[in-house]
Structures are given as C-alpha cells and as structure tokens.
C-alpha cells in the first residue's frame, strides 16, 4: 500500500471501554500515544444520553440570555465564585496569544465540581443544579476508567494512580466543565462572506490531565494537529452503525509531563464559517492541585525511551519553559496558573 499522511482523520478509533481488559488498555494507550486523540463508545450508561442533550438545552438557554445577565457572572469575579468560574465573553480570551491578534470569536462557561454545593449560577442552570452536577459526576467517572486503564497499559505498580491523583474527595484541583458557544458572525447583508472559513478557538493543548468533549451531530470545526497539515475530527466517524455518537477524548498537557511525553498533548483549534451558530461542552479533568508533574513509574515508559523527547520539549516550547531547563518539577496547580495567566493575563 502507498504510504499516506501519517494520520488520516478515520484513523482516531473508537474503543469500547464496557468490558476492560489489558487489549483494550492497550489499544487506548496506543490511541492517546499515537494522536494525543480516541473516541469512546459511548455505552448509553456512563453519560446518559438525556443528560448529554439537556446539558445542550441548558446552554442555549444560557446563550441567549441578554448580555448583561451573563455578565453579571463575569469570569473569575467574586459573584461567580472566583478565579476560572463564570461567563467569558466573546473575544474575552485569546487561545493562541502569540498567533492571533484578537481574542476567540466565542463565549464561554466554567462550572467547577460541587465542593460540596456548585458555585453560584445564572439561570437557567441555577435551577438545574441536580442535572449539572450528576452530568459532572457521570464525566468524572469516564475519566477515571480511562485513567485506570491507562495505568494498566503502563504497567504502572500502583495501578490506581492516576485515578487516586484525581480523586476530589482528597482535595482541590483545577477541573472544569465548559460549555462553549460560537455565535454567528457573519453581519446581515454581508453574504460575501459566506463561505469563508475563520479561526474560532486558536490552536492550543488543553492544560489538565485528560479533556470529555461534547459536541453536536453537524456542528463539526474541530481539527488537530499533524505533521500532514491540520485534520477534521468528525462529531461521529462511524456514522451508519452507531446511534449514539462516541465521545472525544484528548490528552492534555499534565498527562504529556506525567508520561516523559509519550502521551501526546496534540494541538487543535476550531474553524468553520461563521453562518451558523455552533455548541460544545468540554470536562476538563485535572489532578488534584498539589501533585507533581514527574515522570510516573511506569515500566512501558522506561522501555520508550527517549522517543517522548521531542513531544516534551515541543510542549515547553510552547509553554515558554525551555529557558528554565528540563528539571523543573511542575505542579498541577502552578501547571495550570500558569496557562490561566497567558491565557487571560490574570
Ligand atoms: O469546541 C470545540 O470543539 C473544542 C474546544 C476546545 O478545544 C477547548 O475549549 O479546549
Ligand atoms: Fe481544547
């Protein structure tokens, strides 16, 4: 067979998880080394799919919301809770501060884990807290069977730890739902612009351990990263044998540290034209604050090797480490200041 680009979307695979054992351990290492990116198949169970679509409903309701309303719960303000909680207006962040001049065309909700209530809320998720919250519990949980069997494929003698790292009945930690909304941009009148494309979140890696995302059959935009160019990821690869679509998973900048870089955090952004409006949902799922970002003992990592190298210092280019040297022991928390701080300027 001719060689091909090293990645072809259709290459991302779909695991069902339902049943773990080492071969699927296995095969979502493999994914998460090979494109930082895998689908889950999603069972009907773990997230049910009435939470998925209300969750949805409850964004748009938020969305179209006057201005004033959602700004009451500006982000990172005392009435939203504090730092990384609340409303981001359009333009109010820049995920690629170095390569674009004005912030992302979209608005944006944080809601961190209940601890032990959820942080004050507009309506109409003020109303909705039993949804929200079930709906984080139910991410939480995918995250830590995936951080399981990740555990396992590394042969990693704690095989709960990254799932214990993440425990949020023993601290603190930077977890966070989002959902995302692109408005149309495109001004009546002006159809001349119709079909062009425009970068609506610049390309990034997302800071925590490990990223659920949720998006709408139609609404596709996002692309990653490759040494072949930028890919689509499409909302459902398979779609004639699957009635649900499976859920995205990406590796984040944490697990990258964690794995001497042999868990890709993979670069991607989101374009489309801005005729239509477009909703996603993402669970950010991060370590508890305080854990350390050194390598994890891992027998799978000591036979890589030095092949991570690359994907590491790739990743502290972008993050403006490299000046500080390769020693530097990062925490989750300092981890994630860090990109806060390049991100908004706080
Ligand atoms: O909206 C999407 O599809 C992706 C958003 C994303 O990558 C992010 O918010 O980190
Ligand atoms: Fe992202």
Redo the contacts with the bound molecule.
Sequence with gaps: MPHHSPHPPSTIPVIDISQPSHHVARHVLDAASTHGFLYIKNDGVTIPPDDIAAMFKLSNDFFHAPKEQKAEYAIHSAKAGGTNRGWVSMQGEA?DPAGQKQGDPKE?FNIAPPQPTLQPLPAPFSSNTALITRFQTSCHALCTRILSLLGTALQVPDQQYFSTRHDHSHGHSGTIL?M?Y?PKTLMPGNEASEGATSIR?GA?S?YGSL?L?F?LPGQA??ELQTSAGWIPVPVNPNEEDMVEPPILVNIGDLLCYWTNGMLKSTV???TFSGGEE?Y?M?Y?CHPLDDVELTAVPSRTIDEFGEKGKEELMSQKRRLGLSEHGSDEVITAKGHLDRRLKLTYGI
């Design positions: 995920l944006a989002r995302l692109y979140a990034h997302d990223t995302l998006r935009g996002l991607h952004r989101v477009r996603s993402a950010f």
